[in-house]
């Protein structure tokens, strides 16, 4: 089994939320590490442990942005990151499998489980470093992790929708 690091400079955890039940806002954290160790002969021996600091999670506007880092959401001074430790990966396509681990958000852990796929080995022209990549993707309600703050809309509805799609697009590095 094989050890990758999470290139940080070319990954990217990205999230999205329906606002005022019309459109999608979306955001990303650009602050990821963590190892995967992974083999796509044995994928049910594979594991992975990712960190995101919330701090640099960014939607493009500043005053969003900084509502999210308060205690309405990510509360950051507390929680300073999201963390996901595998428990479990089984193989469902040539170049797919389903990662079910513990995810934490705000202080709290629920299992999630995400669908992923996989490409490379390849060699970087850049350096010759051997890498993979891996986009994974999951739907959690973020109430179940303490994230309830909403407003009423005028006419019914709430400003926020409970679920969020969360997509990480990550390169990892062989580890020497």
């Known amino acids: 089994m094989k050890t990758w690091t999470i290139d940080s400079d070319h990954s990217v955890a990205a999230f999205s939320i329906r606002y005022l039940m019309l ?18 002969a044995d994928i049910s021996g594979s594991s992975v442990e990712v960190t995101f600091d919330v701090a640099g999670v960014t939607t493009g506007i500043k005053k969003r942005d900084e509502h999210l880092m308060s205690g309405d959401f ?17 193989k469902t396509g040539v170049n797919s499998c389903k990662v079910t681990g513990n995810l934490t958000i705000h202080g709290v852990t629920r299992p999630v ?36 703050w909403n407003e009423p809309m005028e006419g019914g509805g709430l400003m926020l929708a409970k679920d969020v799609e969360i997509t ?3 390169e990892a590095d062989l580890a020497e």
């Open 113 to 148: 489980a995400f669908e992923a796929d996989f490409v490379g080995p390849a060699k970087s022209p850049m350096g010759g470093e051997l890498s993979m990549g891996f986009m994974a993707r999951t739907v959690i309600n973020r109430e179940d992790f303490g994230m309830t």
């Open 74 to 90: 990510f509360d950051v001074k507390k929680y300073p990151a999201v963390t996901f430790k595998s428990t479990a990966a089984e």
């Open 23 to 40: 459109a999608k806002i979306r955001g990303q954290c650009n602050k990821m590490k963590g190892m995967i160790r992974f083999d796509p």
């Open 168 to 170: 990480l697009d990550v």
